[in-house]
């Protein structure tokens, strides 16, 4: 038997779907943002309580044949402003560059960088007395507050002066010192010529680093200690995996939130749905994709916080709202986000010293949720609840208890429909997928005010990115930039047998030999314009007319270990029974004030089971808030769609 454990890291939340041959599990467990080791183990202990009726990590890490693992923590981070003080060296006579990036995002660059900046003179490096300028230069910034030293030149030959850069650090800051100062290099990422791009995605990268490193590090290094025979695999943006010591930080960023774009693709095949916008709202942020005719859309130059990088992301974007973002009053006025109380100390209803208002906190006093079931057994606190639901936003609005609460579920649907609006194109055949542990909580609300009549919630919707990442290939990406002599037969020849030679070296480390991987090549051709062509090399390949007009161009090669399988049977919704509930729940309505309302079971029922709002739907990691005006449905694969009537 296959077993794979997908583990998906949130910043309130963290997710664990469990896969056999025949069979998926899940649970969670809260995220310990003090020691992300201590969660993901506690999820391994759970993981293993599922499978075999009580804990036994030994046990399951002895015949586990995969670990994934994917992050928000990245986007977290990010959003929150939440990470180390860089400082940044540039050249001297390319000192717009740091202007340039700060035109690109004005708050991120001051949080990352802000006024710790030097300018080289690139002019005078090789030379003796440059050895003086560059320690001055990183003495400065670290007596300024810098604990992290990006280096990028914006020179042509920006490599070569990186180079010299980094022996000389080498020699004056031997890492063996305890005076030693991490420093990147731009060029230890990308060999992209656009210095701007580069520069932000070194700088990207620098700020992510030390928490992930120090946490999966941490993670691998306890799984050692179990003798486990596989490496744990870092789930990334692009879409596929790789072992610890061959992720680049900067790839963690949104790699939970792709996980989910992967699962989007299944499901809208599943179902033949050609227009899909996804939400997926954890505890920090929603983050928002959609799957037009089956694909989710890609850009060579992904966009972190609308930042070009130069690495290739799908098109995910985060917004700082979720079930545990802080809700406040400003100028008479509802804010959210993008400060959220994460798991610790969590919402106020949880009991762990949380004082914030959050939309968890209005849904229990709303009558959403079972203080005693919610998530599986967590006793809520409704007083805690009520209180900082007064202090933060009834009384400074001056509004009555349920109207405060009317407000702030209003509010919190309105900023995310906005941001549906913002990124996607919403359409008649748009079908909203809500997953994420908040996601179908007020997934009708959301489609309502985004104008869509359709919302789908999977069953595994509580760990949807964790399902999603479960078929993902193992790859290793690389590229070099052409030089106008290089444009030639013989120079992509060389290029590609260097590219494939690293190729070959980390697949080997990943446990593969040649012919266990496919290896794919690319080039891109920029012409004059701008304009920039793909090219697929095989061995028929003429790449004189690839280079005809040629401005710029950049050989990749990709060598992919395919692990993905295409066994998704179709399914579909078809109403035939009416479900029925002996549960209800008094709840706070939109139309009707507060009244009893069914509780259905997702567990209790069958396929073809409908039912119409207001209504409630949950399990035991979700709950599905069916308005009035709404019908649902459930499908044969025990996944859920409602419909606005007309």
């Known amino acids: 038997m296959t077993l794979q454990i997908n583990i998906d890291n949130g910043g309130t939340l963290t997710d664990i779907c469990i896969l056999t041959d025949n069979d998926v599990k899940k649970t969670k467990v809260l995220t310990t943002p003090y020691d992300l080791s201590n969660c993901f183990f506690e999820g391994l202990k759970k993981a293993s309580g599922v499978l075999y009726g ?42 717009e560059l740091s202007d340039q990036l700060r035109q690109h995002d004005a708050d991120l660059y001051d949080a990352l960088v802000g006024v710790r900046v030097s300018l080289l003179d690139t002019d ?27 280096v990028s030149f914006a020179d042509k030959n920006f490599d070569a002066l990186e180079n010299i850069f980094r022996k000389v650090v080498l020699r004056k800051y031997p890492r063996h010192l305890l005076g030693a100062v991490p420093t990147l290099y731009g060029s230890d990422l990308s060999m992209d010529a656009d210095p701007i791009r580069r520069t932000w995605t070194a700088l990207i990268n620098s700020f992510l680093h030390p928490a992930m490193e120090q946490f999966l590090f941490n993670a691998e290094n306890r799984l050692r200690a179990f003798n486990t025979k596989n490496p744990l695999l870092i789930f990334r943006n692009d879409g596929d995996a790789s072992r610890v010591a061959k992720t680049v930080a900067v790839k963690t960023y949104s790699s939970g939130p792709r996980g989910g774009m992967e699962g989007m693709k299944s499901f809208a095949k599943r179902y033949g749905m050609s227009d899909v916008v996804a939400i997926d709202v954890g505890g920090t942020t929603t983050d928002i994709g959609q799957c037009i005719n ?45 400060d959220s109380v994460g798991a610790v100390p969590g919402p106020a209803a949880f009991g762990r010293g949380g004082t914030q208002a959050t939309i968890t906190d209005a849904s229990l006093l709303s009558g959403l949720f079972d203080p005693k079931s919610y998530f599986g057994g967590v006793q809520l606190d409704l007083d805690r609840a009520a209180t900082a639901i007064a202090i ?19 509010a919190y649907e309105t900023k995310i429909a906005q941001e549906v609006l913002r990124v996607t194109q919403v359409s008649n055949e748009t079908v909203l997928l809500a997953f994420g542990g908040a996601g179908p909580l007020n997934a009708c609300g959301v489609a309502e005010k985004a104008g869509i009549s ?25 590229s070099a930039v052409l030089d106008a002599d ?10 590609l047998a260097e590219l494939s030679l690293k190729a070959g070296r980390d697949m080997f480390a990943e446990g593969f030999q040649p012919g266990d991987y496919d290896i794919e090549s690319r080039l891109f051709v920029t012409d004059a314009k701008g304009e920039e062509l793909v090219h697929p090399l095989d061995k028929t390949s003429n790449v004189r007319l690839a280079f005809e007009d040629a401005h710029s161009a950049e050989l990749e090669v990709t060598a992919i270990k395919r692990l993905r399988q295409d066994a998704h049977q179709a399914a579909q919704f078809t109403p035939l029974n009416a479900a029925t509930s002996s549960v209800t729940r008094h709840v706070l309505t939109r139309d009707q004030g507060r009244i009893d309302v069914p ?39 025990q996944d859920i769609l409602l419909n606005r009537k007309a």
């Open 486 to 495: 290089q444009r030639t037969q013989t120079g992509v020849d060389a290029a």
């Open 124 to 150: 005078s490096l090789g030379v003796e007395q440059a050895e003086m300028e560059i320690v001055k230069s990183i003495n400065a910034l670290t007596a300024a507050g810098a604990n992290r030293i990006v």
């Open 454 to 478: 359709r919302v789908a919630v999977p069953c595994m919707a509580a760990v949807f990115s964790a399902f999603g990442i479960g078929t993902c290939d193992i790859s290793h990406r690389y």
């Open 294 to 338: 089956g694909n989710v859309a890609e850009v060579r130059r992904g966009r972190v916080e609308g930042i070009s990088v130069s690495f290739p992301l799908s098109e995910i974007t985060s917004a700082g709202a979720g079930g545990s973002s802080v809700f406040k009053v400003v100028d008479k006025k509802i804010v959210i986000g993008p």
């Open 392 to 410: 933060h936003i009834a009384t400074p609005l001056g509004l009555e208890p349920d109207d405060a609460l009317s407000a702030m579920e209003a």
């Open 599 to 637: 509780v259905y079971r997702l567990a209790d029922l069958k396929a073809g089971d409908y039912a119409q709002g207001p209504a409630i739907l949950e399990e035991d990691f979700f709950t599905c808030k069916v308005l009035d005006g709404w019908t649902f449905a459930i499908s044969d694969h």
């Open 54 to 95: 009580e804990p036994d990590v030994q046990r399951l890490l002895e015949e586990v044949d995969l670990i994934r693992y994917s992050t928000t923590q990245g986007t977290n981070a990010i959003c929150e402003r939440k990470g180390p003080k860089l400082g940044l060296i540039t050249s001297l006579n390319n000192r």
